[in-house]
């Protein structure tokens, strides 16, 4: 008996082979494989190809997916099976809206071929389409467009003065008189022409006097600006400068005897704390340097974190605590607040000191 199934077995794999070689296989060919568009505007639109196949081989060809390498291209392709010697095709478009540049991006095609996988390939090279007023001034200021309503000044050094400019759009149909509702007393502003003509251009130059700002750090402010006469508060221009203490001057000496900052740690984790719970925790300073440390300034990342310095000036080896005071009302979740702390430290003038906790919401039922 055991005999008898295994000649079964083996008449079975030879009328199995004999029946595939009877049926034979598709094999698909591509006139080409890869197409290059060459260079097109972005205002051309979807760009077109196809790609043309034939069976080769001696049974029905069937391609079973066809699939891009990105959203960008969109393939179209013969759903039906094709007879052996019969040719189908492959659509491939590609979409250069908000894509300029270069791109090389792929098609894979597969079927029950004997090449049961292809990849097609499309190239080109899309120049970008001249952007419209609204996109390159996307910003609006009362009837004004900006390319941006913010003037950063980076990083400026106590005693500096910089100017930096801004320009302004007017594309309405009339003039618009500009002039300023509100000035931080440290920054000086006006307007080139005061008056911008309908379809034109000004521009806005700003100049901000650090060693006025009586600050260190970083610091931000609004200009207000008053279109046409406005007498509000909706038209206005972020301004932040980040203001450093100047150490450039010091001598070797000098430097040798600067205090120096040193934090006995610059992090805590109060671990879990109910929300509306307050936790405190006291940081020590000491001054490990040779003359007196000055506390320019301390800030807190947010309002919820209270900092009281109990001194601002630390003599040679003195400590002097500085106590935080984190409140949790209205907050949820993982915090991480920092504060920062900025001294006459000539190697490190700013710290930054963090806090965190786990805020749970207590159960209301």
Known sequence: MKRILQVLAIFSLVVAFNTA????????????????????????????????????????????????????????????????????????????????????KSVTVSSNAENSTVV?????????????????YPRKVGDLRVKSNYISFAKIKKGETVTKEMELVNDTDKPIDVGFRTVPKHITAKVEPEKIPANSTGKLIVTYDSEAANTFGFASHRIYLSLNGSNDYKSSIGVSATIEEDFSHLSPEELANAPVANFNEKSVDFGEMKQG?????????????????????????????????????????????????????????????????????????????????????????
């Not at 097609?120 to 390159?136: D, H, M, N, S, W």
């Not at 040679?316 to 001294?343: M, N, Y």
Request: positive net charge; hydrophobic residues 30%; charged residues 25%.
């Open 21 to 104: 070689m009877a049926q034979g296989q598709s094999k698909i060919v591509f006139e080409e494989q890869a197409h290059d568009f060459g260079s097109f505007k972005e205002s051309d639109g979807v760009q077109k190809t196809t790609f043309k196949f034939t069976n080769k081989g001696d049974a029905p060809l069937v391609l079973s997916n066809v699939r891009a390498s990105c959203g960008c291209t969109t393939p179209k392709w013969t759903r039906e099976p094709v007879a052996p010697g019969e040719s189908g095709s492959i659509d491939v478009s590609y979409n250069p809206k908000n894509r300029p540049g270069s791109f090389n």
């Open 120 to 136: 097609l390939r499309i190239t080109g090279k899309v120049e970008p389409r001249e952007k419209t007023l609204a996109e390159k």
């Open 277 to 365: 719970d307050k936790k405190d925790h006291t940081f020590t300073l000491t001054n490990n340097g040779k003359t007196d440390l000055i506390i320019r300034r301390v800030r807190s990342s947010c309002g919820c974190t209270a900092v009281a310095p109990s001194k601002k000036v630390i003599a040679a080896g003195e400590t002097a605590p500085i106590k935080v005071t984190f409140d949790s009302r209205g907050k949820r979740g993982r915090q991480s607040k920092s504060i920062t702390v900025i001294t006459n430290d000539p190697k490190t003038p700013t710290s930054t000191l963090r806090i965190s906790s786990q805020v749970v919401v207590p159960n209301a039922g």
